[in-house]
């Protein structure tokens, strides 16, 4: 106590306010109640490969392997994205989901997006369901998307990340 003393005494009239203004603000952070913010924890992307995917809130990886990640739905657990390198590319969307829906009662819709080549299956049933094939053949990458139409919404700003991704890639190469 003693030492505080001298030490008050030995300081300028500057110094002291200083101090007791600095005494004033932690005792006040203390003291009074201040409102809860939440703190946003940053993710960091998903790397994959070449591809580097920003995470979103209705979306969570369901798997990753070597040639494949799958994301799944958050909302709607049947909605999935697979997206695949390396597969078979003698084929296109188009054919593929056209013979498709030749022996299943699909019906073939084109990809709203005309720079992708893609093509979309819908099966008339209560589930809604649907099938969207999307290919890159420079890069050899596949995307499939499976489940409700409704629930396609949730993929499409990712599909179009991941093809501008590739087209980038495309333009290097």
Known sequence: MLYR?????SLGKTKKAFLLLGVALVTAAFIIPTKKVPISVLVPDIVWGQFSISPRPDIEVGGVHPD????????????????????????????????????????????SNPEIDGAIARFPSDDDLQLV??????????????????????????ISELHQQIESNNQVI
């Open 5 to 9: 003393i001298e030490l008050m005494r």
């Open 68 to 111: 494949s990640i799958v994301f799944v739905s958050n909302i709607e657990p049947q909605a999935r994205l697979t997206v695949a390198k390396n597969g078979n590319f003698k084929k296109t969307p188009k054919d593929i989901v056209t013979s498709l829906c030749r022996n299943d009662r699909c019906t073939y819709v084109a990809y």
């Open 133 to 158: 094939l999307i290919r890159s053949q420079k890069e050899q990458v596949w995307m499939e998307y499976k489940g409700p139409t409704a629930a396609f919404g949730f993929f499409e700003s990712l």
